[in-house]
């Protein structure tokens, strides 16, 4: 998986799409071989927020293919997280709105996703503070003055979005959700 830094939402993504703007894969992430193959693309449903009317589905995603290591790749924009429905934008306003009220049960009448998904989202950002904490703090050492995860998150969160602290992290070789 490759993750095209700086778009930072759908529509930003569907007008490069759109324009034919969107960045080609120079290399192959995993082999490093240059021009690996234009393979066509998938559809993913990530507007999960705009009614059907104004939905931006479907979103088409790169796929590319190496003849050096025979591996396939998708390229991602930075707004879509490779393996959840949400995008992240979602999930760093329902994660802070959780560190904020404490439960996911007040969160839930504000955000989208349900209270079971958020409990799940920032037990995974507890869970993973070390993995995120290391790779983040290589590229900003000042955050590693943040020793706990609420803390760090709503700091990292005045500086950064949650998808370009995943797309540091992912290039950083941290597992990205
Ligand atoms: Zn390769």
């Known amino acids: 998986m490759y993750i095209l830094a700086g778009i930072m939402s759908l529509l930003q993504y569907v007008e490069q799409c759109h324009d ?61 997280p490779p393996r959840r429905w949400y995008l992240w934008e979602t999930q760093q306003a329902a994660i802070l709105q959780f560190f904020l009220e404490g439960s996911a049960r007040a969160v839930e009448k504000k955000v989208k996703p349900s209270r079971h998904t958020i409990t799940r989202w920032v037990a995974w950002i507890i869970v993973q503070f070390n993995s995120h904490k ?23 969160f005045d500086k950064l979005s949650l998808s370009t602290a995943m797309r540091l992290c992912h290039v950083a070789g941290v597992s990205v959700p």
């Open 20 to 80: 034919d703007k969107i960045e080609r894969l120079a290399f192959c992430p995993g082999c490093g071989r240059s021009k690996p193959w234009c393979h066509g693309c998938y559809s993913r449903k990530s507007d999960r927020i705009n009614s059907a009317s104004e939905s931006l589905n479907l979103i088409y995603i790169q796929r590319y293919y190496c003849d050096g290591c025979g591996k396939t790749c998708s390229v991602l924009p930075e707004c879509i």
């Open 134 to 156: 290391d790779a983040l703090c290589t590229k900003f050492p000042s955050f590693g003055l943040l020793t706990e995860p609420v803390a760090f998150w709503r700091h990292v």
